[in-house]
């Protein structure tokens, strides 16, 4: 008999980065198990790809909501089993201003998905891989999460937190041969991105991005910025001092607001 293919746990599953994933682990013989809130979203990309009904499965989850994605991966591993590979990828992006109350709330939202999220999603695989002493855990943070951009504290604060969570959980994990790699895009082009309104260097199709990913999570990287030259900007912001950072940003535009962005 042979051996199941491996399997991958996606979340934000239904369009993007997370599709692009998909997508790049199918070509590869894996199994896929797809998470995101319009389930209906991965099953009409399914069926459109032609992918074979044991070859995949969706999961319906608010990954904010730590019982939804906690019960999402509590069926995967029911119908699907374990998981080789979980990628921790849904994440929203959002401007927010500060002196706005409305946008706290703001604030709050992409907290709870980008960074409670992520160690909800991991949360219910930890134990068996572990037991198993095997397995890979994947963070998507971000190149904002290197500093902060103007009207995007939000999202940089998020994604900055992503970076040292999962720099702390492979410390943890490490003892028990579990990988956790974080990834870091730039600017790729999906609905979070199209509606900037400011240059976006080093643009990246979903696809391309989903290659290097797929060949770094493999490799088991610790940290790698995708693509390179967005690491090589990465590195320079870091030590780039104060005062030539806030010069660099004077007059940049500020990421779109909630009551500013395009309905979804």
Same mark, same amino acid.
């Given at each position: ?28 013989g ?6 995101a ?12 790809q ?24 509590q ?7 374990l ?6 990828n ?8 500060? @002196?706005? +109350? #409305?946008?706290?709330?703001?604030l ?8 409670l *999220? $992520?160690? &909800? ?45 999962c ?30 309104r ?14 290097? @990913?797929f +060949? #770094? ?7 790698r910025?995708?693509?390179w030259?967005? *690491? $090589?900007? &990465? ?30």
């Amino acid at each position: 008999m042979a051996p199941a293919k491996p399997l991958v746990f996606i979340t934000g599953a239904s369009s993007g980065i997370g599709q692009a994933l998909a997508w790049r682990y199918h070509q590869a013989g894996w199994r896929l198990a797809l998470v995101a809130r319009r389930v209906e979203l991965i099953e009409a990309w399914a069926q459109t790809q032609g992918l074979a009904p044991g070859d995949w499965a969706a999961y319906r989850a608010d990954v904010a909501q730590p019982d939804e994605i906690i019960a999402a991966a509590q069926q995967c591993l029911a119908q699907q089993g374990l998981p080789e590979v979980v990628i921790a990828n849904a994440g929203i992006s959002v401007g927010v201003d500060t @002196a706005d +109350r #409305a946008d706290l709330d703001v604030l709050a939202r992409i907290w709870a998905t980008n960074n409670l *999220g $992520l160690a &909800a999603t991991f949360h219910p695989f930890i134990a068996p891989l572990v037991a198993q002493r095997r397995g890979t855990l994947v963070g998507i943070a971000s190149v904002a999460g290197v500093r902060g951009l103007p009207g995007h504290g939000g999202y940089c604060a998020s994604k900055a937190a992503v970076i040292s969570y999962c720099e702390s959980l492979r410390g943890e994990m490490r003892p028990h041969q579990v990988r956790v790699v974080t990834l870091s895009p730039g600017y790729i082009d999906t609905p979070l991105t199209q509606q900037n309104r400011y240059g976006m260097p080093f643009l990246m199709r979903p696809e391309a991005f989903a290659e290097q @990913a797929f +060949r #770094a999570i493999s490799a088991g990287v610790r940290h790698r910025v995708i693509p390179w030259q967005m *690491g $090589l900007v &990465a590195r320079l912001l870091r030590v780039l001092p104060d005062a030539w950072f806030d010069r660099l940003l004077s007059g940049r535009p500020r990421k779109h607001r909630q009551t500013e962005r395009r309905p979804d």
